[in-house]
Structure formats: C-alpha cells, structure tokens
C-alpha cells in the first residue's frame, strides 16, 4: 500500500512564500513521475508544476518563475517552493505522482489528500 502526505499549506499575503512537501511511503520500488496539480471552488484540477525521476521540469505558465518543483529520489519526497504569491494561487493543492510496487509490476497513479494554500490580497 502506498501513500502521499502533504504539508506545508498555510495562510499568506499576496507577494510572501510558501514551501509545500509531500512524501511518498509504503511499498515502493521506484517513483517516477512527481507533481502537484491544485483545484479552486468551482474550477477543475489544474497542472502546477511536474518533476521527472530524472529532473526534468515542466510548469504551467501561470507559477513559470514563481514556483519552482524539486525532488529527493532517495526519501520519495517532492517540493514545491511557492514565492510571490498571488490571491489567485489560493487552492486545495494535492500532491501526485506515478509509482511502481516491484520492478515487472505496473505503475500506479496515486494523489494525496491536499493541503490549503490561501493568499490574501
């Protein structure tokens, strides 16, 4: 069994900083994919930003050069530094990522249960 925790939400003015992490635990023999994707009342889950086993990087233009995904391959663990934060960013951000049990097993999509970030104006 496998599980993603969240932390780090909080509450913030616009123009401050937030740094959330997730760590991956349980059965694991390989993470690879890692992101965070976040949803707003009334609006669909959206991308933020995904990091690759192998570090490659993708950002939705809306955080490109606000927020920067990082990750530890060897804890499971992935980060998303939020800086100049805006109203706007205020969501329930939920951590994601694509994990193998056993190395002939298939890889499985697995979501945390989210943590609120809320920017005031």
């Known amino acids: 069994q496998v599980q993603l925790v969240e932390s780090g939400g909080g509450l913030v003015q616009a123009g401050g900083s937030l740094s959330l992490s997730c760590t991956a635990s349980g059965s694991i023999f390989r993470v690879n994919v890692m992101g965070w994707y976040r949803q707003s009342p009334g609006k669909q889950r959206e991308l933020v930003a995904v990091?690759?086993?192998?570090?490659?990087?993708n950002y939705a233009d809306s955080v490109k050069g606000r927020f920067t995904i990082s990750r530890d391959n060897v804890k499971n663990i992935v980060y998303l530094q939020m800086n100049s934060l805006k109203p706007e960013d205020t969501a329930l951000y939920y951590c994601?990522?694509?994990?193998?049990?056993?190395?002939?097993?298939?890889?499985?999509?697995?979501w945390g249960p989210g943590t609120q970030v809320t920017v005031s104006s």
């Open positions: 990091i690759m086993r192998g570090a490659n990087k």
């Open positions: 994601n990522a694509g994990i193998k049990y056993s190395s002939s097993g298939p890889e499985s999509d697995y």
